[in-house]
């Protein structure tokens, strides 16, 4: 299996800052990691397909980057709805795997 | 907009059987594939395997001798079933969407999920 690694585990943050999250994979996935924001209690959502494009009517403020092990989820001027927990995911092959979530806390 | 709901027993006896069922509403089941996902409490999410329309799936190896998921398209639901459960299989069961198969298989809709719990 792949595994997938992200980092930090936890990040404390203000509304307005820029937050990256770095997820790694054990192997090379080309461009086939997705990134989704969980709520408590919630699903999780799909925030970002295909490493860089934008699922429909996520804000603007999410960009994701990266190709073969290495990716990030950027967050521009936090917003206090961002405050959640953020998982990347490989579809490259089966089994898909998440990485371990980042969990975004409000400073 | 399609909408995903997950029913079922929230608490089943170790070795028993779990089975839940997700219907679709505001969409058909056909040409997308489902999964099924779990999050164990306060864990990550791991994916238990995913059915096409058709009926052909694929399972996560670490779960394929103990996971049947099938899909009804008449009633535009499909189903999971667990074999010989035990604790270590209490989690949360989300069934999710996916437009295509690896390796673009993002999940783009999601049901809210039903907590299972396996306990005497």
């Known amino acids: 299996d792949i595994q997938m690694t992200q980092s930090p585990s936890s990040l404390s943050a203000s509304v307005g800052d820029r937050v990256t999250i770095t997820c790694r994979a054990s192997?090379?996935?080309?461009?086939?990691l997705n990134w989704y924001q969980q709520k408590p209690g919630k699903a999780p959502k799909l925030l970002i397909y295909?490493?860089?494009s934008l699922q429909s009517g996520v804000p603007s403020r999410f960009r994701g980057s990266g190709s073969r092990t290495d990716f990030t989820l950027a967050i521009s001027s936090l917003q206090p709805e961002d405050f959640a927990t953020y998982y990347c995911?490989?579809?490259?092959?089966?089994?898909?795997?998440f990485g371990q979530g980042t969990k975004l806390e409000i400073k | 907009q399609v909408q995903l709901q997950e029913s079922g027993p929230g608490l089943v006896k170790p070795s028993e059987t779990l089975s839940l069922t997700c219907t679709v509403s505001?969409?058909?089941?056909?040409?997308?594939?489902w999964s099924w996902i779990r999050q164990h409490p306060e864990k990550g999410l791991e994916w238990i395997g995913y059915?096409?329309?058709?009926?052909?799936?694929y399972y996560n190896p670490s779960l394929k001798s103990r996971v049947t998921i099938s899909v009804d398209t008449s009633r535009n639901h499909l189903s999971l079933e667990m074999y010989s459960v035990t604790a270590a299989d209490t989690a949360v069961y989300f069934c999710?969407?996916?437009?295509?198969?690896?390796?673009?298989?993002?999940?783009?809709?999601w049901g809210q999920g039903t907590l299972v719990t396996v306990s005497s």
């Open positions: 999710a969407r996916a437009p295509s198969a690896i390796p673009r298989a993002y999940f783009d809709s």
């Open positions: 505001g969409g058909s089941v056909n040409y997308y594939y």
């Open positions: 059915i096409y329309y058709n009926g052909n799936t």
């Open positions: 192997q090379n996935i080309d461009s086939y």
């Open positions: 295909g490493a860089s």
């Open positions: 995911q490989q579809s490259y092959s089966s089994p898909q795997t």
